[in-house]
């Protein structure tokens, strides 16, 4: 196992080798438009075997071709290795490319003995290898030991370049350190490097992504001071962002202001735009967006029509989304896992079961494996319309399809054990998942105090109630409304008081569900003043209109 600290003798060797900066090589790399692998390793055997060994550059060209094509980086090592015991020399260039194909495979101690190899040769380090390297822990995960890297690099002073700070950027904010990644950004500003759009715009993403929205404004406007003009991407996460905060008003002010810039939105940018509408339920200005897309020139593509489909179901247009599905065919547009996965929910949710089945079997016909989502949405539709044991069957293809069930697939089952007064069955479908090591959450112990309480077990459901207490449980209003009815329809509301004191003591605000089941209760049990007083109360509290 390699470690940073044993790199400081070969950072020093380095640093005596060559002191002040670092040079960049380019090889413009022809190779024809119909060459695949297996012309790449027969190519280069065939040269290996020449009378008279060609140029290290024409080697260069096929390492370099397999180094880009994806999921051959062992093939690229493989003749290296071959160059090697043929005595061919390595240049700068090959080395890159190996460090480059180590990189990729994970294998990142031998990508930095190929930079001990480079200082052994004798040969100048360039910006390429030192990316490369940086890249290559980023990309495994080793964002701090690249940071490490790169204080050594510029201690025994190498320059970076933007490239180099662009990728330490988006490393971090990849791990959720978008404000190491500011703090970066502004270190680096003037000093090291120019920084550029996509620096800002990958930091401005991040924030976005963790709704961190009014300081991703603040960025974009830091920019703008600085002279650097926003593009399509930065304007796209700005957009994203204020669409997840609910702030559509200011997502489409941002659209045209990218407008008016003559900065041309992109699928991705009118997708997000369309989704949440979609998701709000406005349908109609949806279906004026997507105009404008085409007007504009833009392709809608599948995630366009999935949020269409989604936002449809949402208002009950079932029959929209099913024709939308069907003519996406017909449009040239391919159906993908997830707009299955939306009309199985869609027609689950509506009672229209059969028709999910019938769409998840045809799932196969048109090779699309169905994921978790699809599973766990055919098997809670399966369980509210009473057919459990098509749902177990779906559990057990779930497992031998390599995609076991998790506690959303067991929650289904469980709330329909429960419904059918088979709480026994359903405790101890929850002990047994437990002994699989899939931990059960809020929504199973909800599912289970509620079949408590209505099966008459009021006693049991107060001792789980107690036992997550104890554990440290967050408890939420659903779960003090459940034993609030439990303890109501036994008619004992002095324990009824102590739970809502309970309740408001813990920063839980009694909501118009609370107030209602006590108030039922009161009117049930004659205690009519004590109904009124909570009727005030709720009407004071803006959850009841007169």
């Given at each position: 196992m390699w470690r940073f600290v044993s790199y400081s003798n070969l950072l020093s060797s380095f640093h005596s080798h060559f002191p002040f900066r670092?040079?960049?090589?380019?090889?413009?790399?022809?190779?024809?438009?119909?060459?695949?692998?297996?012309?790449?390793?027969?190519?280069?055997?065939?040269m290996l075997t020449m009378r008279s060994t060609p140029s290290i550059v024409q080697f260069n060209k096929i390492l370099g071709f397999l180094a880009r094509t994806k999921n051959h980086y062992a093939t690229a090592i493989s003749l290296f290795h071959q160059l090697e015991l043929n005595q061919v020399k390595p240049c700068i260039i090959t080395l890159n490319t190996l460090?480059?194909?180590?990189?990729?495979?994970g294998q990142m101690g031998f990508a930095f003995s190929i930079l001990a190899k480079i200082l052994k040769i004798g040969y100048q380090p360039d910006t390429i290898t030192l990316n490369t390297l940086i890249k290559g822990l980023c990309l495994n995960g080793k964002v701090h030991e690249a940071l490490h890297f790169h204080d050594h690099v510029v201690a025994h002073g190498f320059r970076l370049d933007r490239i180099s700070y662009r990728t330490l950027i988006k490393g971090l904010c990849k791990m959720g350190e978008t404000r190491a990644a500011m703090k970066m950004l502004r270190q680096i500003d003037g000093k090291l490097v120019n920084v550029d759009v996509e620096m800002h715009s990958i930091i401005i993403d991040s924030l976005c992504k963790d709704k961190f929205v009014t300081e991703a404004y603040e960025l974009y406007f830091e920019m703008i001071a600085k002279k650097i003009s926003p593009n399509v991407v930065t304007f796209t996460a700005l957009i994203y962002g204020f669409c997840i905060v609910g702030q559509l008003r200011d997502a489409f002010g941002l659209f045209d202001e990218m407008v008016s810039k003559n900065i041309n939105p992109d699928a991705y940018t009118f997708n997000i735009l369309v989704d949440a509408l979609c998701k709000e339920g406005n349908l109609k200005e949806a279906k004026i967006l997507l105009a404008v897309m085409k007007r504009e020139g833009v392709t809608p593509n599948v995630v366009t029509y999935n949020s269409l489909m989604d936002g449809y179901f949402l208002v009950n247009k079932v029959k929209m989304a099913i024709n939308i599905f069907y003519t996406l065919a017909r449009m040239g547009v391919a159906r993908d896992v997830h707009s299955y996965n939306i009309m199985i929910n869609g027609l689950c949710k509506n009672k229209m079961v059969d028709e999910a089945i019938n769409l998840f079997k045809e799932m196969s016909c048109n090779n699309i494996i169905p994921d978790l989502i699809t599973y766990n949405a055919l098997i809670d539709g399966l369980c509210k319309s009473e057919r459990i044991s098509y749902a177990w069957e779906l559990v057990l293809e779930m497992q031998d399809n390599g995609q076991p069930a998790n506690i959303f697939t067991y929650n289904s089952l469980i709330y329909t054990l429960c419904k059918n007064h088979h709480v026994d069955k359903a405790i101890a479908l929850v002990k047994k998942i437990k002994d699989k090591g899939i931990q059960p959450n809020m929504c199973t112990y909800n599912i289970l105090l509620d079949g408590l309480c209505k099966g008459g077990q009021l006693k049991n459901a107060q001792d789980v109630f107690k036992d997550l207490l104890i554990k440290?449980?967050?408890?939420?209003?659903?779960?003090?409304?459940?034993?609030?009815?439990?303890?109501?329809?036994?008619?004992?509301?002095?324990?009824?008081?102590?739970?809502?004191?309970?309740?408001?003591y813990t920063g839980i605000i009694p909501n118009a569900i609370t107030y209602e089941t006590i108030i039922r209760a009161f009117f049930y049990k004659n205690e009519n003043e004590k109904?009124?007083?909570?009727?005030?109360?709720?009407i004071t509290r803006g959850l009841l209109v007169k």
């Open positions: 670092v040079f960049s090589h380019s090889l413009h790399q022809f190779i024809p438009n119909n060459f695949n692998v297996d012309d790449a390793v027969f190519s280069f055997h065939r460090i480059n194909c180590y990189c990729h495979t440290g449980y967050s408890l939420d209003i659903q779960t003090y409304n459940i034993m609030i009815n439990g303890l109501c329809k036994e008619g004992l509301f002095d324990e009824v008081e102590a739970l809502v004191s309970k309740m408001k109904a009124e007083k909570l009727l005030r109360e709720m």
